[in-house]
Nanobody, 124 residues
Framework: QVQLVESGGGLVQAGGSLRLSCAAS????????MGWFRQAPGKEREFVAT?????????YADSVKGRFTISRDNAKNTVVYLQMNSLKPEDTALYYC????????????????WGQGTQVTVSS
């Protein structure tokens, strides 16, 4: 089992930037993909971005492509980042970090471990 802890959320004006981080602990010796999903109030949780174990493959939702960048550092403890630029009010959501067997999947049920989430609020 992998434990995930997110950080970096906050309140930002439209057009601003935030960088989310997610630290993994536990069975980090196992290679796995990591990613970010988000859930806005009254909406279902949705895919944002994923990255493969070595970082060679990255996938993005159309709504964030060109504005968000996912990266990871496996040097010591695995950490995954989400750099969010040109933020919009519609990016407001609770952002969850997750792990799974394949970065190519966008299905929530394919991902096995989840963090508690970090809130991102973008004001207009």
């Amino acid at each position: 089992q992998v434990q995930l802890v997110e950080s970096g959320g906050g309140l930002v004006q439209a057009g601003g930037s935030l960088r989310l981080s997610c630290a993994a602990s536990g069975r980090t010796s196992i290679s796995y993909a990591m990613g970010w999903f988000r859930q806005a109030p009254g909406k279902e949780r949705e895919f944002v971005a994923t990255i493969s174990w070595r970082g060679g493959s990255r996938y993005y939702a159309d709504s964030v492509k060109g504005r968000f960048t996912i990266s990871r550092d496996n040097a010591k403890n695995t950490v995954v980042y989400l750099q969010m630029n040109s933020l919009k009010p519609e990016d407001t959501a609770l952002y969850y970090c997750t792990t799974g067997p394949s970065a190519a999947s966008r299905r929530e049920n394919d991902f096995t471990s989840w963090g508690q989430g970090t809130q991102v609020t973008v004001s207009s």
